[in-house]
């Protein structure tokens, strides 16, 4: 059966009817409309199920004041923006008496601005140390805000229907365009669909062309095997060519025959040794990423201490799970066969089991206590137990530990949590709490799905090409 999910003001009694008649229309024709007074039974995690209805590949958007003005709505709309194709995903409907003029965009905004002054003003006067959750309603409020006017530009160019007419159609225009997005909907939402993330993309030249500029005489090599290619010309941007190429021809006809022409004659480890080697794994990396749907790409920003914008990428592929990082460059990527959510890098620690209860700075101090008795062993094997340091000195320990090797970028310790783990990670108010605690990074991913990752005919061919290059040094090394 078709599942759609609504996002709906709850304890708005029009809204409820009309979503009432949806689901019933709905059912009529195969569809399971996913609401959450169906699908939130008691002390379940309402977090969570907004969390599931923001990444829902369809999702109907049921508009209205008081939506505009609930915190738990706009939760939900900023996390389906998040997940971004929102004009694919959204369908919207705007209920009588909801203006959605410019000066009423206006009302909202200020709205938002007043609530995150409000509790602003007064979480400064009492201790920051018991007023994290708040401090983060605080920064979703400035999200809301700041959501209010993109969200609905988009909407606002979306023909959402007068409610009247769904109702008089029994959603006959809902339904279609629901069924036709399941079905495969037209060539262009096809097309679409196979689209790179622009945003991702430009990030990712951003990182190619750095990687060119740090070694000049290698990318003179790659823009003229580039020209020969035909991807460029002599005026034509190369990072911005390598980045909108088939990933095929970036990799297999551009970089590898650059990369053989670069190195250096010698030993596989005097090749594996230049900076060529380095800046070519480097570019096979992100490269490689950009072959992938948007959809698979997880992405992580947060500002360094300059103030800069960073971020991570994780992909999950039918052959693995690699992470790139603009922070941290010890991951090389590599490939090889799944075996749950293995993920490639040294330095991922194992989250243990840790039932939370109501007590999360419980649950954070046991974690913290775990992820010490991995980064240090000997903590479990001291000679005399009387000398063994308390569970508050290594807690204070680690977190030097972890703030010392984050400073100077030595490590890169990271908690993997998938949609299947029991784990109070689940809920990113939690995770917050850790990470307000010690310096990790916490990276989220969803689980496979039917739909190959690839953005190329044959995964095969992606994963060959790859696997072929890697051994380069090897086989430069015997043909000299």
Request: glycine share 4%; proline share 5%; aromatic share 8%.
């Amino acid at each position: 059966m078709v599942s759609v999910y609504v996002s709906y003001a709850w304890k708005d009694e029009e809204q409820h009817r009309l979503v009432d008649r949806l689901g019933a229309v709905c059912r009529a024709r195969g569809i399971d409309l996913v609401r959450d007074i169906a699908h939130v039974g008691y002390g379940r995690s309402i977090r969570e199920f907004m969390d599931r209805l923001a990444a829902a590949e369809h999702v109907v958007v049921v508009l209205s004041d008081r939506y505009l003005r609930s915190r738990y709505c706009l939760y939900e709309l900023r996390e389906i923006w998040r997940n971004g194709h929102f004009r694919a995903r959204v369908s919207p409907i705007v209920l009588r008496g909801t203006s959605l003029e410019p000066e009423d965009w206006a009302d909202y905004l200020e709205h938002w601005e007043c609530k995150k002054k409000r509790l602003g003003d007064r979480l400064n006067k009492l201790d920051r140390e018991y007023t994290r959750p708040l401090n983060q309603a605080v920064d979703d409020y400035a999200e809301f805000r700041r959501l209010i006017a993109e969200s609905l530009a988009t909407v606002c160019d979306m023909n959402a229907l007068d409610p009247d007419v769904h109702l008089n159609t029994d959603f006959a225009a809902l339904i279609a365009r629901i069924l036709a997005g399941k079905s495969g909907g037209t060539r262009q939402q096809a097309h679409a669909s196979r689209q790179k993330d622009e945003e991702f993309v430009a990030r990712v030249e951003v990182e190619i062309r750095e990687i060119l500029d740090a070694l000049p005489s290698f990318a003179k090599v790659l823009h003229e095997q580039a020209r020969k290619q035909g991807l460029l010309n002599t005026s034509t941007d190369l990072a911005r060519s390598l980045a909108t190429a088939r990933p095929e021809v970036a990799l297999s006809d551009v970089l590898r025959p650059a990369t053989e022409k670069a190195l250096p004659r010698g030993s596989p480890q005097t090749i594996r040794d230049s900076d060529v080697w380095e800046n070519a794994k480097t570019l096979l990396a992100w490269l490689s990423v950009l072959a992938v749907r948007p959809e698979w790409v997880q992405k992580q920003e947060q500002l360094d201490s300059d103030g800069e914008a960073t971020f991570e990428i994780l992909v999950r592929t039918e052959c693995g799970v690699e992470i790139l990082s603009s922070r941290y460059r010890q991951i090389r990527p590599r490939f090889g066969p799944v075996r749950g959510f293995d993920i490639v890098g040294e330095e991922r620690l194992d989250l243990p089991v840790v039932e939370s209860g109501w007590d999360d700075e419980y649950a954070v101090r046991q974690i913290g206590l775990d992820i010490a008795a991995q980064l240090f062993p000997e903590l479990k094997c001291g000679a005399n137990p009387t000398a063994k340091p308390s569970d508050d000195e290594i807690l204070d320990n680690l977190r030097e530990t972890l703030g010392e090797r984050a400073k100077h970028k030595s490590h890169h310790h990271y908690l993997l949590i998938t949609t299947d783990d029991h784990s109070p990670l689940q809920r990113r108010d939690f995770h917050e709490k850790l990470i307000g605690e010690f310096p990790l990074t916490v990276i989220y991913m969803r689980p496979p799905g039917p739909e190959t990752p690839f953005l190329v005919d044959k995964e095969s061919r992606l994963l060959t090409i790859i696997r072929e290059f890697l051994t380069l040094p090897d086989l430069l090394a015997k043909r000299r």
